[in-house]
Nanobody, 121 residues
């Protein structure tokens, strides 16, 4: 069983930065497609970023501002968020597929509990 635990959320002013962490257990992040999603109040959950053996990919809304990375030794995936905007306010979820590649062809099998990020204007 894979468990994902997010940390690092909080309140930040617009233009600031935060780094989210997702500590994984039960499976190695080096051989797992890992991603981040977010859900703002009243909106559907949306894809933010992903990392896999195939590389990284990002939603257009966060490209050039967010960066996803992983530390295989710590079995942790990170989401570095910079130039934050009020519209980035959401609950952020870490997610994992049991595939090597991040693709909509494969289901997202595991989810973290979510962590709040609030960006004030």
């Amino acid at each position: 069983q894979v468990q994902l635990v997010e940390s690092g959320g909080g309140l930040v002013q617009a233009g600031g930065s935060l780094r989210l962490s997702c500590a994984a257990s039960g499976r190695s992040v080096s051989s797992t497609a890992m991603g981040w999603f977010r859900q703002a109040p009243g909106k559907e959950r949306e894809f933010v970023a992903a990392i896999s053996v195939g590389g990284t990919n990002y939603a257009d809304s966060v490209k050039d501002r967010f960066a996803i990375s992983r530390d295989n030794a710590k079995n942790t995936v990170y989401l570095q968020m910079s130039s934050l905007k009020p519209e980035d306010t959401a609950i952020y979820y870490c997610a994992a597929k049991t595939s090597l590649y991040w693709s909509s062809r494969y289901p997202t099998n595991y989810w973290g509990q979510g962590i709040q990020v609030t960006v004030s204007s």
